[in-house]
């Protein structure tokens, strides 16, 4: 059983910046496409960005030139950087890991990020 545990989320002012990660145990990490999605009040969840086996990274266009993704395989974990922040990144952010192979997917619990003055 893979498990996923996201940390870094919090309260912060517009503009400014979070690190979030996502460690995983319980797998291959290297075997798994990494993403990070989120979900506001109100509305469906969303993909933020994602990042391959290869370390290959797609964004959301709503974040793009703010967010970066990155893996480090050796420490089976994924981090978010967010800068720029808006209040409309206010969500609740879910880390996913999705099996190359496409036959397995797991998602985390969450962690809340709140952009707010």
């Known amino acids: 059983q893979v498990q996923l545990v996201e940390s870094g989320g919090g309260l912060v002012q517009p503009g400014g910046s979070l690190r979030l990660s996502c460690a995983a145990s319980?797998?291959?990490?290297?075997?798994?496409?990494m993403g990070w999605y989120r979900q506001a009040p109100g509305k469906q969840r969303e993909l933020v960005a994602t990042?391959?086996?290869?370390?290959?990274?797609n964004f959301a266009d709503s974040v793009k030139g703010r967010f970066t993704i990155s893996r480090d395989n050796a420490k089976n974990t994924v981090y978010l950087q967010m800068n720029s922040l808006k209040p409309e990144d206010t969500a609740v952010y879910y880390c996913?890991?999705?099996?190359?192979?496409?036959?397995?997917?797991?998602w985390g619990q969450g962690t809340q990020v709140t952009v707010s003055s």
């Open positions: 319980g797998t291959i990490f290297s075997s798994y496409v």
């Open positions: 996913n890991a999705e099996h190359y192979s496409g036959a397995l997917n797991y």
């Open positions: 990042i391959t086996t290869g370390s290959s990274t």
